[in-house]
Nanobody, 123 residues
Framework: QVQLVESGGGLVQAGGSLRLSCAASGNIFSINAMAWYRQAPGKQRELVAHITSSGSTNYDDSVKGRFTISRDNAENTVYLQMNSLKPEDTAVYYC?????????????????WGQGTLVTVSE
């Protein structure tokens, strides 16, 4: 069974830092793009940061210069380093990965989501 497991969320004061991790496991053949999304109460889920298999990155304007996405391909893990956190960064953060997985004797491509990790930034 393929899954994404996130960790690292929590409560932090404004100006503080957190590092989120997301590890993929299961019958994974390859992982293409990985990304972090977030969903604040009453709002739609939005893309925060994206990284390709070769390491190219892009960010939402609201987090540029404060957040850094990275990945460890050997460990099938993606990270999100969040610095200078603001109260408006409060949300549930979700990991997303575009993966090719082995099912019996074939390979199929799916997009997977993690279960989410809550980040709360206080004033």
């Amino acid at each position: 069974q393929v899954q994404l497991v996130e960790s690292g969320g929590g409560l932090v004061q404004a100006g503080g830092s957190l590092r989120l991790s997301c590890a993929a496991s299961g019958n994974i053949f390859s992982i293409n793009a990985m990304a972090w999304y977030r969903q604040a109460p009453g709002k739609q889920r939005e893309l925060v940061a994206h990284i390709t298999s070769s390491g190219s990155t892009n960010y939402d304007d609201s987090v540029k210069g404060r957040f850094t996405i990275s990945r460890d391909n050997a460990e099938n893990t993606v990270y999100l380093q969040m610095n200078s956190l603001k109260p408006e960064d409060t949300a549930v953060y979700y990991c997303n990965a575009d993966m090719v997985v082995q099912i019996l004797n074939s390979y199929r491509q799916f997009r997977y989501w993690g279960q989410g990790t809550l980040v709360t930034v206080s004033e």
